[in-house]
């Protein structure tokens, strides 16, 4: 037998043991987000890890948002002190330990009971601003300091718009997230095949027995619209009526992007939905350099899609955004260990972003630009 066959055999022995098993358990077990969703896929029922890893229908756009990592490449900057290196920023009148945000993701309650609120436990453990539709209320009435961005796709009128937008200021909020790439639910097969009712984002993931009717793809979702009539008079609504951020999620071309400034966004947010709406819509760190210069420096521009390493943020931030928002690896961590998981998935992400502009040589957020980063073309 080769030395590397004995090799693999004694790793597959250690990898069975029940000993690596407790440790891979643990919550300091993964050592990456990888290794988070592969310790909540364990955890989880398929229809929830389903749920949350899918995309829409062939999963183009899903694979192209990380793709579009690998064809950047940074170029370090050195013999800089970096003794000292802070990933603090400020952000539409925030000051922040990190450019990480939380971004807004429905249909936590497939994973736990009540998970919206254990996630924002999590963001105010971490000192770190959530951006949620709900699950803050109790927290925020409590006197907690929780950094919040509330979410909405919207409203069909203005009443309703105007009436959210006193509630969240009232309630605490530090800003408005509009989504605007979910007209429509979109026609994800992973659902579809599991026979995913959208009731089981509140009431939780079915008994087994329960008998499941098969889903009619994509005329369902058309059958089941969100806001197909939304405009961009809908910032206006909310813009009168309080005086927090307008922030424009779900932007991926340019000439939106500076349709969203010149309606009055305080940011756009350049998101495809982690994959999850059209099917074929460019990845984000793709779309992200032409949005960011057709904005023009005169709103913040952030990014979220694929982002699960800090070498992953600080190309984003290379490529011009001020900040990132992350999805999916804040719920693996929520799958894998409930809050502390979200707590150590945070603090992953910082640390690895800590570290990389450490070795980019670039002390704090506002050093990171373009000059840094080049796209990398396929040689034959
Ligand atoms: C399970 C899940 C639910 C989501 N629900 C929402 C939502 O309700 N509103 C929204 O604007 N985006 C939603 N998103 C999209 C995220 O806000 C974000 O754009 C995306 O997850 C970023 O990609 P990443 O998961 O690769 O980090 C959801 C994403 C996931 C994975």
Known sequence: ??????????????????????????????VNIHEFEEAAKRKMHRMAYDFIAGGVEDEYTLRANREAFGRVAILPRVMIDTTDVSTEIELLGLKLKSPIIIAPTGGKNLVL???????????????????????????????????????TTGSSTKAQAVGYAKRVEDGGGKGIVVTVDNAYQSNRDRNNRNRFDYGYMQGGVPSDAETRKPVNPARAAMWGPHTPAMTWEYINWLKGASSMPVIIKGVLHPEDAALAVKHGADAVVVSNHGGRQLDGAMGTLDALPDVVEAVGGKVPVLMDGGLRRGGDILKAMALGARAVLVGRAPLWGLGAFGQPGVERVLQLLTDETRLAMALAGKRRISEIDKTIARRMTIWR
Do not use: H, Y
Not at 1 to 30: E, I, K, N, T, Y
Not at 119 to 139: D, F, H, M, N, Y
């Open 1 to 30: 037998m080769q030395r590397r066959d004995c090799f693999r055999q004694l790793m597959g022995l250690v990898a069975a043991s029940p000993l690596w098993a407790q440790q891979a358990d643990d919550v300091m077990g993964p």
């Open 113 to 151: 009971p009540n998970a919206d609120e254990i996630v924002a436990k999590g963001a105010l453990a971490r000192e770190t601003l959530i951006c949620s539709a709900t699950g803050v209320q109790k927290l925020l009435q409590d006197g907690k300091p929780l950094l919040w961005w509330s979410n």
